[in-house]
């Protein structure tokens, strides 16, 4: 058994320990600690029988002292629980038989198991150790941006390598379009770092597409933002495609849009390039909402804002030649607009409104009539979305347009464009026709006027005769006679 013998751990051992505990970031004592009770749990197991077992390790030399408390028997026959008398007197002088003494033994006689089962212990808890430290250090720096190197790219998932550790970005974390190659920096938002079962790394989760990216991305390109200066107060954000932000300035010499962009836009081109070349609109907040939408609206120019009648829903009016800008591809613009600011947002074109303000309220042009100019299908379809007249369709937002089977963004652009011709068109030519009849109608009107004086001249043609013709003929009539007769009545004179 070789009692009285002492297992000394050698100070190569003892080095190794603290090079591992170096390597790995693990506390020394907790290693000698964790030997310790991997060295107890041996002994306790080998001498399960034995009143007591203890370990005790010098951390100066290395030295292990495993010492198990026996019962004195006048002879032994259980080694692992009894010892001699004979021997036990050697330990302790006036020891006697029943008494425990304590004896050290050698860890050679634990046996090549209870060595390995030390062992296995040891780079456990060396593991759990370091899963801990893993846990506490990226725990404390959740919201922060990480920068990694992508290690591989599975299934839309990205796996990054942030230094000894691993961390993931899942598939709705990622921007669909990006693309990274296996070695590539990549900069994301640490949002929660997840404890796992034992024998496994802390789960490190990674985001590209949450709003709070774009935010600390401008904290750490603009001073003014970290600093608090300059203020983000919204963010709208279509990940990989568009983000819209509003910003406020809390100094009045501070410019917050010209802030955030730099120096031939040098701060927001460098987030650009860290989002994977995704747009960003960068309009300044206003406590005016009908400004705020018109801004919120760029890059198109907006002509007017209205409210229709309710404080959430506003009516937005832009040249022709930028409604499909306003909108954006797939109604982007005008949704994130509208998400920015709050409010629905009803866009329409300029001849758009004309048409609907130009309109006699109760006249409508139905789309069954339209057939030849929009197609039959189209008409089916907006018929079937409750559509039935083409007033209907330019009172309809774009983008709600847009939610009908069947219609993109192309065909809700062209079919307004379209109607609000065809309405300007319709209107021109009812007006035209009205102005015919009304023409018609004052032609009629002058012509009866001008029978009747007709009539009443001729029914006092006679008197007038009578009144004007002396003047000229009647007194030429009365002259001629005299003539006629006197020279008649001088010759039967004469």
Known sequence: MGRGGIGAMTSEI????????????????????????????????????????????????GEIKVIVHMRVSRVAYDLTCEIDLEEALQIEEDIRE???????????????????????????????????????EYVDRVGQVITGTVQQVDRGAIIVRLGKVEAIIPPPENIRRDRPKIGDHIRALLVEVLPTARGSEPQIVLSRTRPEFVLKLFEQEVPEVYERIVEIKGIAREPGARTKIAVVSHDDRVDPVGACVGVKGSRVQNIVKSLGGERIDIVALSSDPLIFVSRALSPARVLSVGFMGDPKVVRAVVPDDQLSLAIGKNAQNVRLAGQLTGLEIQLVSQSQQS??????????????????????????????AGKETLQDVLETPVEELMEIQGIGEKTASKLVTIGAQILEQWDAERQAAAAGDEAEEEEAEASVVEAEASDADEVAAPETAGDEAPEAGAEVADDEAPEAEEPRSVKEEG
Do not use: C, M, W
Request: charged content about 35%.
């Open 98 to 136: 029943g008494d425990v003494v304590p004896v050290e033994v050698s860890v050679d006689e634990f046996g090549r198991n209870a060595i390995s089962a030390v062992k296995q212990s040891l780079v456990q808890h060396v593991r759990d150790a370091e899963r801990k430290n893993v846990y506490d």
């Open 14 to 61: 003892l080095e190794a320990l603290t090079i591992i505990a170096k390597e790995k970031g693990v506390d020394p004592d907790y290693l000698l600690e964790t030997l310790e009770e991997g060295i107890l749990v041996a002994a306790q197991k080998k001498y399960h029988r034995a009143p007591h077992v203890e370990v005790k390790i010098d951390q100066g030399s």
């Open 355 to 384: 048409s609907l303000e130009g309109r006699d309220e109760g006249e409508a042009l139905e789309l069954e009539t339209l057939t030849k100019e929009l197609g039959p299908k189209l008409v089916e379809r907006l018929i079937k």
